[in-house]
């Protein structure tokens, strides 16, 4: 893993623990679930994809 998507990956946990107030064990976990369910993905370049999902509401 390179250092830029390191970095994006740490500064997405710190988002987690931040605003979701859960610990680092477990925004490294919900970060792994993101991104095994395809719906973010960091690049090389440490870029962010997120993939929008629509709905009615």
Do not use: P
Not at 14 to 25: E, G, S, T, Y
Not at 29 to 55: F, P, R
Request: aromatic share 2%; proline share 0%; no cysteine.
């Amino acid at each position: 893993m390179l250092k830029d998507e390191q970095d994006s990956r740490q500064m997405m946990m710190a988002f987690l623990v931040a605003d979701m107030q859960v610990d680092i064990a477990q925004a490294s976990e919900i970060v792994a679930d993101l991104e095994e369910a395809k719906l973010i993905q960091i690049n090389s370049n440490g870029n962010v994809i997120i993939k929008e999902l629509e709905g009615d509401s």
